[in-house]
């Protein structure tokens, strides 16, 4: 018996959900997501609720039936109210400048700078104060779409483990090893 995929998922007024064949439809003021329901999934909606169940008892299906419920509601709450992520940078010299057209700029040690062109249904705001470390803070109303892009930022230059100099997010603690003892 699963006890997430049991509970119902409230809708706010300001969302509209759809299910077409087996293809669930969320909008939203932020945007819009689809999903692909697979499986022996039955997605039932009332009037400001919706309710997953499964056909069958099987492993699969136990399987998936939480986890349905759990990407609904992650497509309703970032439509109504979005997602994000903080990023910092440690290091001497560690920049990041985003222009307009969505294109990050990392200067974070390398010989060159790193371009990344961003999603459109990301917005980035980079916070530079003296003597501080600069924060990254990714928005989406994807929260799948947010974790790949902040992950494969952090991916870029990880944590080092002597003296943790990298990209991180905010709050992570990262592991430091003691370097070479002098005698």
Do not use: C, W
Request: charged share 25%; no cysteine; aromatic share 6%.
């Amino acid at each position: 018996m699963s006890r997430i995929g049991n509970i119902p998922i409230l809708i706010p007024n300001n969302v509209f959900v759809k299910k077409q064949d087996n293809i669930i439809y969320i909008k939203g003021p932020l945007g819009k997501l689809n999903q692909k329901i697979i499986g022996d999934i039955n997605i039932i909606i009332n009037n400001n609720n919706i309710i997953v169940k499964r056909k069958h008892n099987d492993k699969k299906n136990r399987a998936l039936h939480g986890l349905y419920r759990m990407l609904i509601y992650n497509m309703i709450k970032g439509v109504s109210n979005g997602f994000k992520k903080k990023l910092e940078l440690i290091g001497v010299g560690f920049r990041a400048n985003i222009n307009n057209n969505q294109i990050l700029n990392l200067n974070i040690g390398y010989s060159h700078n790193i371009m990344i062109k961003l999603p459109q249904s990301i917005t980035l705001e980079v916070k530079m104060e003296k003597n501080k470390k600069t924060q990254m803070i990714l928005k989406s109303y994807d929260k799948q779409l947010l974790g790949i892009v902040a992950a494969k930022i952090r991916s870029l230059r990880k944590p080092e483990p002597y003296k943790g100099k990298g990209i991180r997010y905010i709050n992570e603690y990262v592991i430091k090893k003691p370097g070479k003892s002098a005698k």
